[in-house]
């Protein structure tokens, strides 16, 4: 299932993104989104599972929050209050498939 993300870009400190993520075709049980920041490795940020429970990682609880519109084989997540530390190459997964990727800038 071929997966497109979109909305990445450059924000300020404090501001505002939503990500997406188009799949062509019906999304797994777990979907989920993931970052790589420069000079670290991928981490888990969010996941969201078919029954609606979902998961965050400690450092966006209370800023992100993902969802999933099954009709439509879309994934999302709305991020608030971002921090430089948010920056990277944000990455949605759904099962064995992953994106490629959208650049996350948040710099004043």
């Known amino acids: 299932v071929p997966l497109v993300e979109s909305g990445g870009g450059l924000v300020q400190p404090g501001g505002s993104l939503r990500l997406s993520c188009q799949a062509s075709g019906p999304g797994s049980d777990a979907m989920g989104w993931a970052s790589k920041e420069p000079e670290q490795g991928i981490e888990w940020v969010s996941g969201?599972?078919?029954?609606?429970?979902?998961y965050y990682v400690d450092s966006v609880k209370g800023r992100f929050t993902i969802s999933r519109d099954n009709a439509k084989n879309m994934l999302s997540m709305q991020m608030n209050s971002l921090k430089p530390e948010d920056t990277g190459v944000y990455y949605c997964?759904?099962?064995?498939?992953w994106g490629q990727g959208t650049q996350v800038n948040v710099s004043s």
């Open positions: 969201i599972y078919s029954n609606g429970s979902t």
């Open positions: 997964q759904s099962g064995a498939f």
